[in-house]
């Protein structure tokens, strides 16, 4: 089925490495007598978790079954990382690990609701300007680990950029203000995230206040007399004017002079999409995804109306026509008889030019069409914040300097982020179609 390889981190090398090396010395968490957080050090600061005047430790009941339950921090890998381990007598209910080269570090905290006690997981990401935010709230009743209540939100800073989607001062402040009022009933036992750590030092408490506003003096300066959302508001309003959009140029036709092949696909599953792109600017595919005896399949053509030429190596293409050939209606199911073997087909929407919800992209929508030589490495290039498209390169690489190119052509779709990409199987295939 529609399986799709997910890199939280989009793009950062990750030690994701079992506990292949665990000192042998565990260190119980302890609350402090003024902080309701516990600040660890760096490994090679100092291999103590704990804040130095403490008389408590934390015994949480996170089973809910009326035992205390003891918490320790392991060292992982020569102090790369720390795994946070639940004990209840002698055995092991619970292990969360982090490592320290992991932007996407999750924190863990005991959160105490009702007299009930709770882990809640949290996540806050920004790669390339691109925000993902997460936090899920748990227990570990009857042995397994129950999501109480949990919620998200990404949006991204690269308000020139023609990828950028969304910036809602409204729903981060709500987003955040449950975060912060779940903090404000939490006590910190893992967190090796250093603008995180730095934000509550500054706040004094558990609070995140979202580091990267204090991040763009001296174009933005945060005003502490006023909230979150006004500042957000603000913020929005200073970049906007500070990062130009790209102007668009308009142009004849694509800046190809044969059939583009192209494909679309996880590298997971039996399913892939497959795109022949003309220079004028038609284009005709199909998809197709197998499981056992069932088949998914969806033909289709059309049209990109308007090429918009953004830098000298992507274009920005707006969808005219989208037409779906398979000959039934997207649902509908028949049979195919082979001897004794029977394939039962279902016709499906073009994967890959379908909306957030699924279904077949409307006219007007957009794609951008990048050539060979994108970049990624610095705001203002083809690919920068680009993170979603980038997780569907085959095989998935980085962008850390201008000598770091896309290397074949790609075409974004830019209401959902997923890319098609250069095939050369395309030119195997008949008319352009798989039969």
């Not at 529609?2 to 939280?8: A, N, Y």
Request: hydrophobic share 35%.
């Amino acid at each position: 089925m529609k399986i799709k390889i997910c890199f939280i981190l989009l793009g950062i090398s990750i030690a994701f490495t079992c506990a292949c090396s665990e000192r042998q010395n565990t260190i119980k968490i302890a609350a402090a007598k003024d902080k309701w957080f516990i600040s660890p050090e760096v490994p090679e600061q100092s291999d103590n978790e704990t804040t130095a005047d403490t008389d408590s430790v934390i015994a949480p009941d996170l089973n809910h079954n009326g035992i205390a339950e003891e918490v320790r921090l392991i060292e992982l890998d020569n102090g790369q990382g720390r795994q946070l381990e639940i004990w209840e007598n002698s055995e092991r209910l619970h292990v969360e690990t982090s490592y320290y080269t992991n932007p996407g570090w999750v924190s863990i905290f005991l959160c105490t609701l009702d007299g009930e006690d709770y882990l809640l997981r949290y996540c806050s990401t920004m790669y390339q300007r691109t925000c993902y935010y997460s936090y899920r709230l748990s227990s570990l009743a009857e042995g397994k680990d129950t999501i109480i209540q949990m919620n998200q939100i990404d949006f991204d800073i690269n308000f020139g950029s023609p990828i950028h989607s969304s910036f809602d001062p409204e729903a981060i402040v709500a987003f955040m203000d449950e975060v912060n009022d779940l903090f404000s009933h939490s006590i910190q036992m893992l967190c090796i995230d250093s603008n995180l750590l730095n934000t509550f030092k500054k706040e004094g408490r558990l609070y995140d206040s979202l580091w990267w506003l204090d991040d763009w003096e001296p174009d933005f300066i945060r005003d502490e007399n006023k909230s979150l959302l006004e500042n957000l508001k603000d913020f929005r309003n200073t970049m906007s004017a500070l990062q130009e959009s790209i102007k668009p140029e308009a142009i004849d036709e694509l800046p190809i002079t044969e059939t583009l092949g192209m494909s679309f696909y996880s590298g997971a599953g039996a399913w892939q999409t497959f795109l022949g792109l003309n220079p004028d600017g038609s284009f005709v595919g199909e998809y197709s995804d197998a499981d056992a005896d069932k088949v998914y399949l969806c033909y289709f053509h059309g049209r990109f109306g308007k090429v918009e030429k953004l830098t000298d190596a992507s274009w920005l293409l707006t969808l005219e026509e989208l037409e779906l050939d398979t000959g039934c209606n997207v649902g509908e199911e028949w049979d195919v008889k082979d001897g004794d073997y029977t394939l039962h087909f279902h016709s499906s929407n073009p994967y890959g030019f379908e909306d957030m919800d699924g279904a077949a992209l409307k006219p007007g929508a957009q794609f951008i069409l990048y050539s060979p030589d994108a970049v990624g490495h610095e705001p203002g290039t083809e690919l920068y914040g680009a993170l979603e498209f980038q997780t569907w390169m085959h095989p998935y690489r980085q962008f850390h300097s201008a000598g770091d190119n896309l290397g074949f052509w790609g075409l974004q779709n830019l209401e959902t982020g997923q890319g098609f990409f250069e095939d050369a199987r395309y030119d195997e295939l008949e008319d352009g179609r798989v039969y």
